[in-house]
């Protein structure tokens, strides 16, 4: 193989959780009067740039009351989505594709923009801790996606180098991080996202099941 790793987004990319995300961020919103006019009612958020930074730009946009920190916001969602796991599956094929990985010998992590704190009981509910070789969340680095921050430290904590890293994202910020990081990437489509959403992609695809290391090792060529 021409390539050692293959790097994980977490939120939409291994599981399906975008729209659980978009109904708790809309259920603070409106707990807290926002007007909502124009809001897009499935995903009011940015996917791939994390939880705090979601809120410290919605607190501008919808004029809260200074007094509500990001970090209580933050906990105040997760709460919400907590609500809402049974809604939360892991997308279609990845166990299988994880598991061909392996016995290609090739290392995998995981890399969220948020916190450890807010993806630990996630991560043990669906059993999927123990898939990575690697974790690394939001507190670890200095900048989130679309900085490359969260790539170069999923590397090195792998031992690989980041040109031998192939990252799986499905937001625009995971792939301009990952592009930035010298990384290929693939982007694994959801029902908000089209192909043209994605030009600097190495490649597209609907979905894991779509995937193979073979497939995975042809983007060197």
């Known amino acids: 193989m021409n390539f050692s790793a293959v790097i994980f987004d977490l939120d939409g990319t291994v599981i399906l959780n975008e729209e659980v995300y978009g109904a ?5 919103l409106r707990k807290y009067g926002a007007d909502l006019t124009g809001v897009d009612l499935v995903t009011p958020h940015t996917p791939g740039i994390g939880m705090e930074k979601n809120w410290e730009a919605m607190k501008k946009k919808f004029g809260l009351p200074q007094e509500l920190s990001v970090s209580q916001l933050s906990h105040e969602t997760q709460d919400e989505y907590h609500k809402r796991m049974e809604d939360v599956i892991v997308r279609p094929g990845f166990y299988d594709f994880q598991e061909f990985l392996v ?18 009981d996630e991560l043990k509910d669906m059993n ?24 170069f430290k999923s590397a ?15 937001s625009e910020a995971g792939v301009a991080a990952a592009k930035e990081a010298g ?22 695809v609907q979905d894991f099941t779509e995937l193979n290391p073979k497939l995975l090792d042809s983007l060197y060529i």
């Open 103 to 120: 016995e290609e010998g090739i290392y995998t992590a995981l890399a969220t923009s948020n916190n450890w704190w807010f993806v630990e």
């Open 24 to 28: 708790s961020f809309l259920a603070i």
């Open 183 to 204: 990384m290929k990437v693939v982007v694994v489509l959801n029902e908000n996202t089209e192909r043209g959403d994605f030009p600097d992609a190495d490649l597209i």
């Open 128 to 151: 999927l801790s123990a898939r990575f070789n690697a974790l690394v969340t939001r507190e670890e680095v200095e900048n989130p996606k679309p900085e490359p921050d969260l790539f």
């Open 156 to 170: 090195e904590k792998l031992g690989v180098e980041p040109e031998l890293c192939i990252v799986i994202e499905d």
